[in-house]
């Protein structure tokens, strides 16, 4: 081991190969309350801004299963998340990785029933009624660039977790009945 090695002991966190300046983050569980405020606005060319939004990629690629990650879930509670739904078997649309800052829905239509998951709720899963199609703009973190993604089927119910954790909420406050509608995992990655 080096000297700077032995200098920075953060180095010696696990990376993330594709973002190796990215240490990976602890991704916090309900009912930490971060998890239940509202995230604040930030400044997205901040070069802070622009860390958090590779530490959120990094820490969303180590786990398997995971298609998007919020700024609170890993304690910062500011309006930032990214989200990949690449390969997934529900999806129709994908934009392929998106980063956001002070990211707001600007339209949605229709309704639709899908099973969801969280790295936040480790061991559960439920069923969510949300829109079908919607449209979210924010900013590009580390370069003020408006991105607009136009969404359905899993991508659109990708995003709008993203923004309720955003908002101080986890999915399972949105199932209708917790009698039917939650369900352990049975298999948890």
């Known amino acids: 081991m080096t000297n700077a090695r032995?200098?920075?002991?953060?180095?010696?966190?696990?990376?993330?190969?594709?973002?190796?300046?990215?240490?990976?983050?602890?991704?916090?569980?309900?009912?930490?309350?971060?998890l239940a405020r509202r995230a604040v606005e930030v400044d997205p060319r901040d070069p802070e801004t622009l860390l958090l939004a590779e530490a959120l990629v990094a820490t969303m690629r180590t786990s398997p299963a995971c298609v998007g990650l919020a700024a609170p879930q890993i304690g910062v509670g500011?309006?930032?998340?990214?989200?990949?739904?690449?390969?997934?078997?529900?999806?129709?649309?994908?934009?392929?990785?998106?980063?956001?800052?002070?990211?707001?829905?600007?339209?949605?239509?229709?309704?639709?029933?899908?099973?969801?998951?969280?790295?936040?709720?480790?061991?559960?899963?439920?069923?969510?009624?949300?829109?079908?199609?919607?449209?979210?703009?924010?900013?590009?973190?580390?370069?003020?660039?408006?991105v607009r993604v136009a969404a359905d089927a899993m991508e659109a119910r990708c995003l709008l977790h993203e923004l309720d954790h955003l908002d101080g909420f986890v999915f399972v406050e949105r199932v209708v009945d917790a009698e039917t509608d939650l369900f352990q995992r049975r298999r948890y990655e």
């Not at 920075?8 to 309350?33: A, K, N």
């Not at 002070?102 to 969801?116: C, D, F, I, K, Q």
């Not at 061991?123 to 919607?134: K, P, S």
């Open 6 to 34: 032995r200098a920075r002991p953060e180095l010696q966190q696990p990376q993330s190969g594709t973002h190796l300046r990215s240490p990976i983050r602890h991704v916090l569980v309900r009912p930490h309350p971060v």
């Open 78 to 146: 500011v309006r930032v998340f990214c989200m990949d739904i690449t390969g997934h078997k529900k999806a129709r649309s994908c934009a392929g990785l998106v980063v956001m800052a002070n990211p707001h829905l600007t339209n949605s239509r229709g309704n639709a029933v899908m099973r969801e998951g969280c790295m936040s709720v480790p061991h559960v899963t439920g069923d969510v009624a949300r829109a079908a199609e919607v449209v979210v703009e924010g900013v590009e973190p580390g370069t003020g660039r408006l």
